[in-house]
């Protein structure tokens, strides 16, 4: 016992403990402010990811020496941080079939980043004072967030970029969409740039708070606490989100079986007085924010601070007198009143139907909802089934099973639904993120990856299950609440793209069974016989460290070349001087998309302007290299049908174009690409006298034609609130080729419907001049005529005239 008490001694006060507390309490404070470390899978968003890598793999070589002296392989802790690598081992897997190395690479990288975090929580957090601090630091961390954001919603985002303008990205004096436009709707997302996800760290916030104003009998701690849950429901209010209301009550359900329940009636009454308050100021704090953001008008930004300050300390005060009176009268009522077994589910199951009873109140007519701000009471009135968003998730979700039809095992590795949604998608909407972590990760790591997260997620929540209710002296159920509501969430959204997300989830697996000791033992597993293994764990986790810690600080420094050769080519400098940082960029990190198609595109400027051969041969090498490592990436398709102009080699840049539409089955300019090439092709046919390569290029051009026409006779069977996304008709470029051939092979009638659909009197363009004179050839052809427009045409430019009766007089024979 002795020993025992003076391990854990040393525990608390050992220097690696302090070490490694206070990396994770300074990253809970500084990765929001990096737009939640998003992984955007461009060099835009890399940079703070990098950096994470970096210093995560520093602080887990610093966790391999405390694993040293702490690490034994006897109970379900010790277990779990070995099982945890087998998250980044299922991402390994799946690179065997990878869509994109740089997406999967990285995705590899932030796994491994899970994995450090997830053994942090477990082994800092198993002490009472790990504990507490670190339950602090999630929650205050979080606090910090929620007033950064309503210190810009209600104007002031210069002063709240001045403050984080030392470690964070600041532009033109401001954090870049801390509020943000969106649907001509104004959105609160703080740091995060994104309100969807915004809103699901304030759920997590909100129940994670109620819970410690519930679980305590000290005034400051209950002050603390109580005094955020106003400003934690005005902001979630704000951010708009519809999927935010519809979670909320959901995760609600999930957190409350967990305790007595007199905590859950003070749950309620805590989240009931704090609404009441929310919605009282909710109109003032609403108008204000418009006010500065649509009119830029300062004038009662103070006026709404000291409104929401007030109001939060008026919420503090109450609830410190229901802590301190309603809750001992309420827990000796329930204690002596209420002794059925499963009590703790009675509120869970009453609250379905006071949840139903406020559905109708919200959605009957009642009016209710009219009460709330003009943006909230539509989000709100807009929830139902046949809404965009719910749809277009829906499709999604299906889009996802077409992927995993051709992944099935391993999955396309990471990122892959960003690289091959395209290909798979039912119709033309943009949306790199699946909008569900864990048909993402099923995408992604295939059946083998899912099953391994599902396994490992359900042995921890069993873990924390089976050990709830015993008596260990420590509270963990803040973990918990933070870890559900993201999961929950992250169902319906990308949450966990935000790696800041993601290692607060992994974090807080961690320290929810961080308490479980040697009492829980697996049986086959006998100390004596396996002492080396308490020594070879940690020894391959320092070498991991090592490793991984020159890998992403090479990761780093690329990026920083990169930021170089960007601002010498902004800069007008040298070639030369741009090439340099970018040749050493591409050198610690070949075949980066990013690099390689800025290179790229560099390239084919200088051959265009030079005609130098070793451009065009070093681009084409390039092409090629990328290539082998991004073959499904579709700037890079645009870049190499441009080398292939370059040389005129039309056949081929045809041929390509063509080739990708199945890759690409909803990017209209493909289909533009390949008509326009099928002309020019047409027409060099003709020149040369070939016919029947003529007509096969002709025939050519209205197969795709034809394709165009029935994908978008298929948009036109998406249910009425879906939107389409991306246009997708004949273009312009299209029917002026298409009009071009039908007239050339002397189909006036069908020459002159294809020029109509965008013949216009708008004559400026090049172009629309161009087709308004074939379109009115084609109508004198016919014996027809637009006087108006050809009035037009003619007073634009009178030499159009002529044009117009030498193309009406024009023979296209090949003869």
Not at 625 to 635: C, F, G, I, S, V
Not at 743 to 753: E, L, M, T, V
Request: proline residues 3%; charged residues 15%; positive net charge.
């Amino acid at each position: 016992m002795y020993k025992k008490n003076l391990a854990k001694n040393e525990e608390k006060t050992s220097l690696l403990f302090w070490l490694l507390t206070g990396f994770v309490v300074i990253f809970m404070f500084w990765a929001p402010f990096q737009k939640g470390l998003f992984n955007g899978n461009t060099f835009d968003f890399e940079r703070p990811i990098y950096s994470s890598l970096v210093w995560g793999f520093i602080i887990l070589f610093v966790a391999s020496l405390y694993l040293f002296y702490n690490w034994r392989f006897k109970d379900h802790r010790d277990i779990l941080s070995i099982l945890v690598w087998l998250l980044p081992i299922s991402y390994l897997l799946a690179k065997t079939f990878e869509a994109s190395r740089y997406y999967a690479t990285n995705m590899l990288y932030i796994q491994m980043l899970y994995a450090i975090f997830f053994i942090l929580g477990l082994y800092l957090c198993k002490s009472v004072i790990g504990n507490r601090i670190l339950t602090y630091c999630v929650m205050l961390s979080g606090y910090v967030v929620v007033w950064f954001g309503m210190i810009n919603w209600l104007g002031y985002k210069a002063f709240a970029a001045g403050l984080v303008q030392w470690f964070a990205e600041i532009r033109n004096n401001e954090y870049k969409d801390a509020v943000m436009m969106a649907s001509n709707q104004l959105r609160l997302t703080s740091t995060f740039q994104y309100a969807n996800s915004y809103a699901a760290l304030l759920i997590a916030l909100l129940l994670a708070a109620v819970y410690l104003i519930v679980s305590s009998r000290k005034p400051v701690t209950i002050a603390i606490h109580s005094f955020m849950l106003v400003p934690i429901i005005i902001s979630f209010l704000l951010t708009l989100s519809r999927g935010g209301l519809v979670i909320l009550p959901i995760v609600l359900l999930v957190v409350l079986p967990f305790m007595k329940i007199t905590k859950q009636l003070l749950m309620f009454i805590h989240i009931g007085v704090a609404s009441i308050i929310s919605v009282l100021i909710l109109n003032k704090i609403t108008l204000i924010g418009e006010q500065f953001h649509l009119h830029q008008d300062l004038s009662s930004a103070s006026t709404g601070l000291w409104i929401l300050i007030g109001a939060s300390a008026g919420c503090a005060i109450i609830s410190w007198l229901l802590q301190h009176f309603a809750y001992p009268a309420l827990e000796r009522f329930f204690d002596a009143k209420v002794k059925i077994r499963f009590a703790n589910i009675l509120l869970p199951a009453a609250s379905l139907i006071i949840g139903m009873l406020a559905v109708l109140l919200v959605f009957g007519n009642t009016g209710a909802v009219n009460l709330l701000p003009e943006d909230i009471k539509n989000r709100i009135e807009n929830i139902n089934f046949e809404q965009h968003s719910v749809l277009e998730r829906g499709t999604f979700y299906v889009d996802s099973i077409k992927l995993i039809k051709d992944y099935p095992i391993l999955g396309a590795g990471g990122g892959a639904w960003a690289a091959l949604y395209e290909k798979y998608q039912n119709n033309p909407y943009v949306s790199r993120q699946a909008h569900n972590f864990f048909i993402q990760y099923l995408v992604e790591t295939g059946i083998v990856g899912i099953l391994i997260l599902l396994g490992f997620l359900i042995y921890i929540f069993y873990l924390y299950i089976r050990s709830f209710f015993k008596p260990s002296g420590q509270d963990r159920h803040v973990f918990y609440i933070v870890t559900i509501s993201l999961l929950i969430h992250s169902i319906i959204d990308f949450d966990l793209s935000y790696v800041f997300l993601g290692v607060l989830v992994f974090f807080s697996l961690g320290a929810m069974i961080s308490h479980l000791d040697s009492n829980i033992q697996f049986k086959f597993v006998k100390e004596k016989n396996i002492p080396y293994i308490n020594k070879t764990v940690p020894a391959l986790l320092l070498v991991l460290s090592v490793v991984m810690f020159f890998i992403s600080a090479q990761n780093l420094k690329a990026n920083s070349f990169f930021q170089v050769a960007l601002a010498n080519a902004s800069g007008g400098k040298e070639i030369t001087e741009v090439f340099q940082p970018l040749d050493e960029a591409l050198k610690i990190h070949p075949n980066h998309p990013d690099y390689s198609l800025f290179k790229i595109d560099i390239m084919q400027q200088g051959y265009q302007q030079t005609k130098d051969e070793s451009y065009y041969n070093a681009l084409q090498s390039q092409i090629s290299q990328l290539k082998t490592d991004e073959p499904h990436n579709r700037a890079l398709v645009d870049q190499e049908i441009q080398a292939y102009l370059q040389k005129s080699a039309i056949a081929e840049a045809q041929k390509l174009a063509k080739a990708q539409i199945s890759n690409f089955p909803w990017d209209i300019t493909l289909y533009e690409k390949t008509v326009s090439f099928d002309f020019a092709l047409a027409e060099k046919a003709r020149v040369e006298r070939n016919e029947a390569q003529m007509k096969q290029y002709w025939d050519d051009a209205f197969s795709i034609h034809n394709a165009v026409q029935a994908k978008m006779k298929d948009l036109e069977s998406l249910p009425k609130g879906q939107v389409q996304g991306r246009a997708f008709n004949v273009t312009k470029t299209m029917a002026f080729n298409l009009g071009q051939i039908e007239y050339i092979r002397g189909q006036y009638a069908s020459a002159s419907a294809f020029l109509q659909m965008y013949a216009t009197d708008q004559l400026d363009d090049q172009q629309n001049r161009d087709i308004v004179r074939w379109y009115i050839a084609s109508l004198q052809k016919q014996n027809k005529n637009d006087q108006a427009l050809y009035d037009k045409l003619i007073t634009k430019d009178s030499k159009e005239k002529d044009e117009i009766n030498r193309l009406v007089n024009a023979t296209f024979s090949v003869k």
